[in-house]
């Protein structure tokens, strides 16, 4: 026989408290007094009684969860974003629910459009770009999107990026600094935004210093593009002493490239600068020099936005750009005098 369901009336029974009592503890940031929380929680313990989640949202026009659609979890920097980002938002009394999507295109409507049909408060993407239409459907159905590591020139896209731009300058400054004399890029995928502004950034920065690059190669963020992207720069008759790559989950394969078939050393031979600053770029194996997003800076600032803009639908869209910096390790070569050297 079916079991009866336990209802917040039975509990409040049970606990000696009003329903009201009952449902206030059940409510993530509401007010109760610790004996009252502790009666309550012991009788739904007793009775084996699960709020109604689903049921307070039809009430309160809220379900409390966040859509989160992410294009790929290979590259390391996505992983601990996104355990950054169920932390900070749970800490507030959401939940997230991720849906893996191609970067663009109709795929990444599709999974939009059913998230919407989940009554989500509020969509976040990683990577992730968002087409016209499916921008349309969002903010005619009141739902809030935050563009994750990814910028777009939509004036109704709200965005949390580092400061790709100013970021890859300083790469282009260290390494001129450092005396390299060919110096290559390895970009991300220049589809997206993070790719052109960071191949923009490193390319102005060595023309401030009256430089060019030597060459310039689309990795498109995978690592075997940037394996061999590695292997046609030093098939070069003059190859470069310098590579800049677009992201360190690139890097790792360009390093490993590098000491392995084609038996160089680096940084004596040819010095090699990722970005992200991924927990694996400080293991013995790479040791590797990189821009450092500051992932919990930009997941800080994704959720205030996104709260933001869930408390107040009349609050402008904003897009927020987080400064970074260089973090020195052994694969390049440091300039004398340059700050932090000696770390």
């Not at 940031?29 to 012991?42: E, F, H, I, L, Q």
């Not at 409507?109 to 969509?123: A, F, H, P």
């Not at 084609?262 to 927990?279: I, Q």
């Amino acid at each position: 026989m079916a079991r009866d369901r336990i209802t917040s009336t039975d509990v409040a029974r049970a606990a000696g408290v009003s329903q009201s009592a009952v449902s206030r503890v059940f409510t993530p940031g509401a007010s109760v007094s610790p004996k009252t929380a502790r009666k309550v929680r012991d009788a739904a313990d007793q009775l084996g009684y699960r709020p109604n989640v689903l049921a307070r949202s039809l009430i309160t026009g809220r379900s409390k969860i966040i859509g989160l659609v992410v294009a790929y979890l290979d590259n390391q920097f996505y992983p601990d974003a996104l355990e950054r980002l169920s932390t900070a938002l749970q800490d507030k009394g959401y939940h997230i629910l991720i849906f893996m999507a191609s970067g663009t295109g109709a795929q990444v409507d599709k999974v939009i459009g059913e998230l919407l049909d989940y009554q989500v408060d509020g969509i976040i993407t990683a990577s992730v770009g968002m087409s016209d239409e499916i921008t349309a459907r969002c903010e005619a159905a009141g739902i809030p999107v935050v563009l994750f590591n990814r910028g777009q020139d939509d004036p109704r896209l709200s965005s949390v990026t580092s400061d790709n731009f100013n970021g890859a300058r300083e790469v282009a400054r260290f390494l001129v600094a450092g005396g390299h004399g060919r110096i290559a890029h390895i970009t991300g995928w220049t589809g997206s935004s993070t790719g052109r502004d960071r191949e923009a950034g490193f390319l102005a920065g060595l023309a401030d210093l009256g430089r060019a690059p030597c060459a310039v190669l689309d990795g498109h963020y995978r690592r075997h593009e940037a394996a061999e992207a590695a292997k046609a720069l030093f098939a070069m008759d003059t190859p470069p002493d310098a590579i800049f790559v677009g992201n360190d989950h690139m890097a790792f394969s360009v390093l490993d490239a590098l000491r392995g078939p084609l038996g160089l050393r680096v940084p004596e031979d040819v010095s090699v600068v990722g970005y992200d600053d991924v927990p694996l770029a400080e293991w013995g194996a790479y040791q590797l020099t990189t821009w450092r997003q500051p992932s919990n800076r930009m997941v800080s600032e994704a959720v205030e936005l996104m709260l933001g803009l869930i408390e107040d639908p009349d609050r402008p869209p904003e897009k927020k750009e987080i400064t970074g910096r260089l973090v020195l390790r052994a694969s390049a070569r440091v300039p004398e005098g340059w700050p932090d050297a000696g770390l």
